[in-house]
């Protein structure tokens, strides 16, 4: 009789991403601590030896950083040192003074993503775009068109596809990435991160108990860290003490819904297919300043920002495809209150003149009497460009904003 098919999903998740695309560039930074997340100040500069002539670069040092901004990434060395994304940069230099601070490229980052997506698609077609650096990929029949005759051999072959996998990512991009192969996408998640970086996972539904239970609650995607916390207050640190408690106690204690998946998901449960296409809501450009900004005081910085945004914007319904109708403006103030103003137009767009002036009649229905710390754009009621553009009307001429 022929071997049944099992599900082999694969989680891919690019090592370090924005760092590792950085080192391309500064490649004499590699085995340093690197943090990614400065503004236009932290720029390299390029410098000439007067004594040789040769052409070397200056790096702006962690320790030197003043302001407000938080880590994009950071390399392994600098998270070696307690460094990790979302955090304070002033935190971070206090934790890493001698990393070397760059500022984030998202066009770089973005190029080297379709890089890479382009490279495991050409081998496994069958894809869910996850983000920037991660995607999910179905492997079950390009593994059973390998004829596998066991579990055993499926599970080799799966390897044999997946390492395939990251050879053409590493040709395509430089770059390295690390897999997760398991029976559900639950599990890969968790498998991706066992051995980073470059690392290579298999975990199948009889390694469950000795692989995944030891590790602590808060590696299952969906359980945050209050979960976590009141989880631990409950004496459940582990999957594997997770996995031992009731259903029923931990619906009670948790809600049905909650309950019910913590108890499926500590099993190792999980039907989820792969989603190999979603339209996305809405799309969306911001930017937290340097230093609070003043409507009328800074009126030229916050105009050409404010430009910048709608722009790139512009270009990114462009690259995906979409336009939208619901334009949408964000702010944020010195006292961390957010303000948000949405208004929706006659026809789908994705022109950056449009965006820029329907923004700016969202901005004349929000108070500008404080200091401005972060500014955003977004744009929802999306639908495909083609479908959109027999019926665009012509762009009007922009009118002023605000901030002009």
């Known amino acids: 009789m022929p071997h049944q098919s099992i599900r082999v999903i694969a989680h891919l998740d690019m090592d370090a991403f924005y760092a590792s695309v950085e080192l391309l560039r500064y490649p004499e930074l590699k085995g340093r601590p690197v943090v990614v997340g400065g503004g236009r100040r932290s720029q390299p500069e390029e410098t000439i030896d007067p004594a040789t002539g040769g052409r070397t670069r200056r790096f702006a040092r962690l320790g030197d950083y003043a302001g407000r901004g938080v880590a994009t990434t950071a390399s392994y060395e600098a998270r070696a040192l307690g460094v990790h994304s979302a955090m304070g940069l002033m935190k971070a230099a206090r934790l890493a003074p001698e990393a070397v601070l760059l500022p984030a490229d998202f066009d770089a980052y973005r190029s080297h993503s379709r890089r890479f997506k382009a490279a495991v698609a050409r081998l496994a077609p069958q894809i869910e775009d996850r983000g920037i650096d991660e995607i999910y990929v179905d492997l079950t029949e390009v593994v059973a068109a390998r004829a596998p005759r066991d579990e ?105 819904a909650l309950g019910s998946w913590m108890h499926e998901a500590a099993h190792g449960r999980d039907e989820r297919p792969v989603v190999t296409h979603s339209e996305p809501k809405s799309i969306s450009r911001e930017t937290t300043f340097e230093r609070d900004l003043h409507a009328k005081r800074d009126r030229d910085a916050l105009s050409r920002i404010f430009t910048e945004l709608c722009v790139e914007l512009s270009e990114d319904l462009c690259r995906a495809g979409y336009a939208g109708r619901t334009i949408g403006l964000k702010l944020r103030y010195d006292n961390f209150r957010t303000v948000t103003r949405d208004q929706t137009i006659a026809a789908p767009t994705q022109d ?53």
């Open 152 to 256: 055993g051999e499926t599970w080799r072959e799966a390897r044999a596809v997946a390492q395939a996998i990251k050879q053409a990512v590493r040709d395509a991009t430089g770059l390295s990435c690390s897999i997760g192969l398991t029976p559900n996408k639950l599990l890969s998640k968790i498998a991706s991160e066992l051995d980073k970086p470059d690392g290579l996972t298999i975990v199948a539904l009889s390694e469950i108990a000795a692989r995944i239970w030891p590790l602590p609650a808060r590696k299952i995607n969906g359980i945050g860290p209050k979960t976590a916390e009141r989880l631990a207050s409950l004496n459940i640190r582990t999957i594997g003490e997770l996995a031992q408690t009731e259903r029923e106690w931990l619906i009670e204690r948790f809600g049905k």
């Open 352 to 404: 950056a003149q449009t965006i820029r002036r329907t923004a700016g009649e969202c901005l004349k229905r929000v108070p500008l009497d404080r200091r401005i710390r972060l500014l955003g754009v977004r744009i929802g009621g999306l639908t495909p460009a083609e479908d959109a553009a027999a019926a665009a009307p012509a762009a009007a001429e922009p009118t002023a904003s605000l901030f002009e």
